[in-house]
């Protein structure tokens, strides 16, 4: 039996190229970091997010990551509310996901309804 992924997903895959780690997929260098703390200071929520998934995947800083990502949500991010929302209901603070959910609804975040809805289940 063959395990060439070729023949397993169709061509195109090399198996002499290195994969693209996700640390690799949200690297930054030094410039880049400045740059975006310094929109974020400004007001810019992606920036802010995107300060968020640098550290959370691929420094893999937890506070500094949570740091952003608070930033980016009170910036009206909505992917950055559900996330917020989503771990309050992880943690079983509904009154607190409820809170954020909402923002995360209003500032467009569509995957956030699905979650509206088990957390009203939940109070």
Request: charged share 30%; hydrophobic share 35%.
């Amino acid at each position: 039996m063959s395990h060439d992924p070729n023949e397993l997903f169709g061509k195109g895959i090399s198996l002499d190229e290195d994969p693209v780690s996700t640390a690799n997929a949200f690297g930054l260098g030094e410039e880049e970091l400045f740059d975006l703390a310094e929109k974020s200071k400004k007001g810019d929520k992606g920036a802010a997010y995107r300060l968020y998934e640098f550290y959370q995947f691929s420094m893999y800083d937890k506070d500094k990551a949570s740091h952003w990502l608070i930033v980016a949500a009170n910036l009206n991010h909505g992917t950055a509310q559900h996330t917020i929302a989503l771990d309050f209901f992880e943690d079983g603070k509904y009154e607190k996901a409820l809170s954020w959910c909402e923002k995360a609804i209003e500032n467009g975040e569509v995957n956030a309804r699905e979650l509206l809805d088990e957390i009203k289940e939940r109070l």
